[in-house]
């Protein structure tokens, strides 16, 4: 039976990741593209601790990031849901194409 | 040495009184701003009438000669070890007189504006601009250093070209104030240059040393400065010449007097203290401090010989046609100072020789106090009549009669008729130019008698002529303020010719020996009163032959009437040749060629910018795909170029 090695797990995160970027260009939708980021956020995580097992195997250096990333996103889930209510309260939507008064 | 420093007040008192009724006036001194200038300007009249008395009767003499004094240095920014530019206060002769002839005649301007100015809306201003008028001149004449003099110099420039503007409502004033001030800065250049000269090659600023260096024969300052030459003319000539230049703005010598007549739309006390006792005699004052200086150079002395004499001449003949009262006595002052001139011009420096010299300061003090009387005679009847020109007038030396008594003293006293004070000074000017120039003497003696024909046509065409049709006499002769002034002025006209210039003033500060030759006066008072009699009988009933006259001498009167067009003559080089050939082209490279390609980079900007505003759109997910593709471009770039 064959191991599993750090490119399988090196395509999960970069289908992860591209999955991500797809879903922050395309929804419009606040919340929808707020959960876009944080699988961009976890596919970096995957590729931590992979890295950190298969090439540091004695470490933990990748995991301690890991969580510190998990920490950050947390805190930045808060901030961007305030945003996004705050959006709502003034444009009655959450969709961003309403918010483009911010041009020449 | 006294202590000296005193002195220092005689014009900062002036300047105080500037200052506080510049800056607060009009506030708090709406009424009694005249009593704060006169008052200030009495205690530095009273400060100068003292140190004269000091200075030529008690410790300005060493045996027997007068010598210069520093009373003051204070070195406001050195250069170098030996050049620098001081502030100090000189008292020699010519700085102690003209101090006290600077003081008095602007004292009495100021008493004679109580009244004439009265009611006035600027009042308090008018009084600040004289106030800092009379700080300018006094800090000129007592100037130690060249570079002082210069920087009063152009003071006293502004200051009347305040004074001259003050009525700025009237757009012909307006114009007058530029000329003067355009006029009179474009000869400061030369004397500028004239200094830049004389500094570079003396190697010093101060007057003492410039003059020491430059007149000693052995000195490497003289041998350098007389064997460098530009154009077949030693630098010495062309520094001396520069700065006569600059001497003939201010005194307004032929031929940068055009803006003197003009100059008279000011308010007339003013041209009483700036056009006839101070700032025009300036280039007059300027030439005697540098006159050791100028009595080794021979062409520069022919050179302020012949531009006097010919500035005298022409100016009393333009004087015999004007109609404006005013103007005419402009003339006047032009051409007495054209006197002032030329007997500089004949004189050499110390001893008997030095006659002219002496003739000419002597002059100057006396004509002071007879012109600013001519001046303020002039100023109570256009207080009266409400006019300047001579045909509103006529017939009032009933309503005015000590106008009509100042104005006829101060009169003779021009015309050279004894014992008037002008007869005294003008004497020693002729034999000065009899001894040294025969060509200069007929020039002068001729002017003379023409100066006593038009002074007595002004004379009977204001107070004889015509009956008075004055209906506007409210105001009666004037307040006793304008009435003080004239009679002090006409008191020292009769006796000014009496005051001992003679031992006082000379080029090397010894006492000289004058006498009155009767063979000698009798030809040119003779002329005057030739003059006069002219005078009388064209002038003193009205009467056609005036204009007959001047019907017969046809284009000359004319001309002469235009001022010969010398004017003209400068509106067309300006207008003309100046504006045309290098105004026109200069203007055109700065609108197309300098503009233009600050123009093209702004267009081009702006074109740029707006083809590319639209990346910027307000859409957020646009932005994070130009961020994305940035990154994708760098990470090519890095993986695939980076080698």
């Known amino acids: 039976m064959n191991e599993i090695t750090v490119t399988h797990i090196l395509f999960v995160s970069t289908a992860l990741f591209f999955i991500g970027m797809y879903g922050l260009f395309t929804r419009r939708n606040m919340i929808t593209m707020l959960m876009a980021v944080e699988l961009i956020l976890n596919s970096v995580n995957i590729n931590f601790v992979a890295f950190n097992k298969y090439v540091y195997p004695g470490k933990l250096d990748g995991i301690f990031f890991t969580i510190f990333v998990i920490t950050i996103a947390a805190a930045e889930a808060a901030v961007a849901i305030a945003i996004i209510i705050n959006l709502y309260r003034s444009h009655h939507s959450i969709d961003v194409e309403d918010a483009s008064e911010l041009k020449y | ?643």
């Not at chain 2, 601009?129 to 001149?137: A, C, G, K, R, V």
């Not at chain 2, 030693?234 to 005194?251: P, R």
């Open chain 2, 1 to 643: 040495m006294n202590n000296y420093l005193y002195i220092a007040l005689i014009p900062l008192l002036p300047l105080a009184s500037f200052l506080l009724l510049g800056l607060f006036g009009r506030k708090y001194f709406k009424t009694f701003s005249g009593t704060v200038g006169t008052g200030s300007l009495l205690a530095s009249a009273v400060l100068s009438l003292f140190t004269a008395y000091h200075y030529f009767f008690i410790d300005g003499k060493v045996n027997g000669v007068f010598q210069k004094i520093i009373a003051f240095k204070y070195t406001w920014l050195p250069f170098s070890p030996n050049v620098s530019i001081d502030m100090g206060i000189i008292l020699d002769p010519i700085s102690v007189m003209m101090i006290v002839v600077v003081t008095f005649v602007s004292l009495m301007v100021h008493v004679f504006s109580l009244g004439y100015m009265k009611g006035e809306e600027r009042f308090a201003t008018y009084y600040a601009f004289l106030s800092l008028f009379t700080f300018s001149m006094l800090g000129l004449v007592v100037s130690s250093n060249i570079f002082q003099i210069y920087m009063f110099w152009e003071l006293v420039g502004v200051s009347s070209f305040l004074l001259i503007g003050y009525y700025f409502e009237k757009p012909s004033a307006v114009a007058a104030a530029k000329k003067a001030f355009i006029v009179t800065r474009f000869a400061d250049l030369g004397f500028l240059i004239g200094i830049l000269i004389l500094a570079f090659y003396s190697g010093t600023l101060d007057f003492g040393v410039l003059i020491q260096r430059l007149t000693s024969f052995q000195s490497p300052e003289y041998l350098n400065i007389t064997s460098a030459s530009f154009l077949g003319a030693s630098m010495l000539t062309w520094g001396l010449t520069l700065v006569f230049i600059g001497g003939a703005g201010k005194s307004a010598m032929f031929p940068l007097h055009i803006w003197l007549p003009d100059a008279m739309e000011g308010p007339t006390p003013v041209s009483a203290l700036i056009h006839a006792a101070t700032m025009v005699v300036a280039g007059v004052y300027l030439v005697a401090r540098l006159f050791p200086v100028f009595s080794i150079d021979v062409t520069a002395l022919q050179i302020v010989t012949y531009v006097g004499a010919f500035s005298a001449l022409l100016a009393a003949i333009i004087a015999c046609t004007q109609t404006d009262i005013k103007r005419v006595l402009a003339y006047s002052t032009m051409s007495q100072i054209g006197y002032m001139m030329f007997a500089l011009g004949v004189s050499k420096y110390g001893g008997d020789n030095g006659l002219g010299y002496m003739a000419s300061l002597f002059h100057l003090f006396t004509h002071a106090f007879f012109k600013s009387l001519l001046f303020l005679g002039a100023g109570a009847v256009i207080h009266l009549v409400h006019s300047n020109e001579m045909k509103d007038m006529g017939g009032l030396r009933k309503l005015m009669p000590i106008t009509h008594i100042t104005f006829l003293i101060a009169c003779l006293a021009i015309a050279g008729i004894p014992p008037f004070a002008g007869f005294f000074s003008k004497e020693e000017i002729l034999s000065a130019a009899f001894n040294s120039n025969k060509l200069i003497y007929a020039v002068a003696v001729f002017t003379s008698g023409l100066t006593a024909f038009y002074m007595f046509r002004l004379y009977y065409t204001i107070f004889w002529s015509k009956d008075a049709h004055v209906h506007d006499t409210h105001h009666g002769e004037g307040t006793f303020s304008m009435k003080l002034p004239l009679l002090i002025l006409g008191a020292l006209a009769l006796g000014a010719g009496f005051v001992p210039i003679a031992s006082l003033v000379t080029s090397d500060g010894a006492a000289l020996e004058t006498h009155i030759d009767v063979g000698f006066s009798a030809l040119p008072v003779l002329l005057a009163v030739a003059g006069i009699v002219l005078a009388t009988f064209l002038y003193k009933n009205e009467n056609s032959k005036p204009q007959s006259i001047a019907t017969s001498f046809g284009s000359l009167y004319k001309a002469a009437y235009r001022k010969f067009y010398i004017d003209e003559v400068y509106l067309f080089i300006t207008k003309k040749i100046i504006f045309n050939l290098i105004g026109r082209p200069a203007a055109w490279i700065d609108k197309n060629i300098v503009d233009g390609f600050m123009n093209l980079l702004a267009t081009t900007t702006a074109k740029i910018s707006t083809a590319i505003k639209g990346l910027q759109s307000g859409k957020v997910q646009n932005y994070a795909l130009y961020f994305f593709g940035g990154i994708i471009g760098l990470a090519v770039l890095i993986i695939y170029l980076w080698k």
